[in-house]
């Protein structure tokens, strides 16, 4: 520390001689010129000191140079891993994917032991408290769901980000209509977000406790989709994270929950993992400015780092993976 003062003031003694000095000889712009090497050198001298940090900034530039100098770990997929960053490093190996034909039964027998969650709907207690339908989206119903699912055929959908329904019972009539059998699972925690029900005053609470996830059930309900339809009450990051690890694989999958740009870059990484190849990812809000344009920028960086290419249909952003 000492040491350290002396050194500094030993450079300001320095500094001071030679502005002396040119304040003889020199001629005002030469002193600037002085001036203004000699701060880029004491700048130089400082930023080498903190290389460490600045050798861990990823850039696109510096993403290939980081590739090739530090090889993947030996046990994960080459093709999974795309920088050494913590930052891009998400579970790197999902479970040999289970048959469509299966989704179904295993999303029960895992999350709900066995037994449909739509079995003895709704219970005694809290069925007054629920509207027999209440339904609200945004862009829901967008042209994206009908073009995607006439070109995928998918057997299993993964929507990430739920509430109400809207979007999920519209592709279950969508595939219905299409003579599809597809399995559409939701992965929402039914809670909205704090204060939510500033605009839903209708969503009941009981001790706390939101209706969401009975409203979103009965809305099902209504529509005759409980065959096809199932929550997966967790958070986005936990719940894809066992979907991954058990092999369920989508063919579609919607990103549509949070829409900052953490939440958005988490999910999106989390829901491509448990992309059946050839499948497409898709998600809405491309286009509002909302939360910084979270949703916009985690989408881009995404494709950037993967070297995919996104499409855009109405309000909605499309990765395809084929
Ligand atoms: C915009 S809404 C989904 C709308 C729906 N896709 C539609 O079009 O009708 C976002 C949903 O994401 C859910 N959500 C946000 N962050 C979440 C998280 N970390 N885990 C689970 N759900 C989350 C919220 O509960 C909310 O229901
Ligand atoms: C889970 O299912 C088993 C077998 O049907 C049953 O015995 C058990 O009580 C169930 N557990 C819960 C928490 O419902
Ligand atoms: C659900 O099915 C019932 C009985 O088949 C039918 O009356 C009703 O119109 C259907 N509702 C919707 C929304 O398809």
């Not at 279950?172 to 005053?201: H, M, N, S, Y």
């Not at 953490?262 to 999910?267: E, G, L, M, Q, R």
Request: with cysteine.
């Amino acid at each position: 520390m000492k040491e350290e003062k002396q050194h500094q003031n030993q450079q300001h003694h320095h500094l001071r001689r030679i502005i002396m000095i040119s304040n003889k000889k020199f001629t005002r712009p030469t002193i600037y010129l002085i001036l203004l090497v000699l701060s880029y050198t004491l700048g130089y001298l400082c930023a080498s000191t903190s290389t460490t940090t600045t050798k861990q900034k990823i850039t696109s530039s510096t993403l290939t140079t980081s590739i090739a100098n530090n090889p993947p770990i030996a046990s994960a997929a080459t093709d999974d891993v795309t920088s050494d960053s913590d930052h891009f490093r998400f579970l790197t190996r999902c479970a040999d994917p289970i048959s469509s034909k299966l989704v179904r039964k295993t999303i029960l027998d895992r999350v709900f032991n066995g037994t449909s969650p739509f079995n003895e709907f709704p219970p005694p207690h809290i069925k007054s408290l629920l509207r027999p339908k209440r339904i609200k989206g945004w862009g829901s119903k967008g042209a994206v769901f009908e073009n995607l699912i006439r070109k995928v055929k998918p057997r299993t959908i993964i929507e990430v980000g739920t509430f109400l329904g809207a979007s999920a019972i519209h592709m279950a009539e969508l595939t219905r209509g299409l003579g599809l059998r597809t399995q559409i699972l939701c992965v929402d925690d039914f809670r909205g977000w704090p204060g939510f029900r500033d605009r839903f005053k209708d969503i009941q609470m009981v001790n706390g406790d939101l209706m969401l996830m009975y409203q979103f059930m009965q809305n099902v309900v209504y529509s005759n989709a409980t065959k096809s339809v199932l929550p997966i009450p967790f958070s986005t990051g936990s719940a894809l994270e066992k979907l991954c690890e058990w092999g369920v694989l989508g063919d579609l999958v919607e990103v549509d929950a949070g829409h900052d740009f953490h939440s958005a870059w988490s999910d999106i990484n989390r829901a491509y993992k448990i992309l059946r190849p050839g499948g497409v990812m898709f998600g809405h809000d491309y286009f509002t400015s909302a939360d910084e344009r979270g949703v916009r920028r985690a989408v881009n960086l995404f494709a950037q780092v993967k070297g995919l290419r996104v499409q855009v249909d109405g309000q909605h952003w499309v990765i395809d993976s084929a």
